[in-house]
């Protein structure tokens, strides 16, 4: 049976060859359109039965690879957190003080990555321009921060130069 099958194959593969068009008449043309050709010829459009209403479905070609996107760039699955609205509303902030207002902390340079219990004592993981930090509450970070305190969704730092608070947040630390 199967020798049947194999030579019935065989048997419609020649013949398909055998009545195959020539490429004189082929059935598929060559892309011959310049990028100018294309560029000045209509854009072709659905027909209307076809498209949804007041919808404009014109394909229109790429003109180049910029709108393609850097594959290769910074992605990441993190949702908006609180810290980068806070840091959006203090860059806003010091347009609208104007010239005359005193000089404050510059922004938390932190990004909280997680936090670890042992013995009962907690350690905060922060990443600062790049590299790792380990705080814990009293010690000195990052040369001009100290982590003052804990609360249910933020860390509390003091900004040594200037001695003012700054908060961190992070969320809900279960």
Do not use: C
């Not at 100018?36 to 072709?44: K, L, Q, S, T």
């Not at 990052?142 to 992070?170: C, K, M, R, W």
Request: charged share 20%; proline share 9%.
């Amino acid at each position: 049976m199967r020798k049947i099958v194999l030579g019935a194959a065989a048997a419609a593969t020649l013949l398909a060859v055998y009545f195959a068009p020539d490429e004189e008449g082929g059935v598929v043309g060559p892309a011959a359109a310049t990028t100018r050709e294309r560029a000045a010829a209509p854009a072709p459009v659905l027909p209307a039965a076809a498209a949804p209403a007041g919808a404009d479905l014109r394909i229109e070609p790429r003109h180049d690879d910029s709108d393609l996107g850097n594959v290769f760039a910074k992605q990441s699955w993190q949702p908006e957190t609180p810290k980068k609205i806070m840091l959006a509303q203090a860059a806003a902030q010091p347009a609208a003080k104007g010239a005359g207002a005193a000089p404050g902390a510059p922004p938390l340079p932190f990004q909280f990555l997680g936090r670890f219990v042992d013995e009962g004592r907690a350690a905060y993981f922060l990443q600062a321009q790049g590299r790792n930090v380990v705080a814990r509450v009293g010690e000195k970070v990052d040369e001009h921060y100290i982590l003052d305190s804990v609360s249910g969704d933020a860390l509390h730092f003091t900004y040594l130069p200037l001695n003012q608070q700054q908060a961190l947040v992070v969320g809900d630390m279960n």
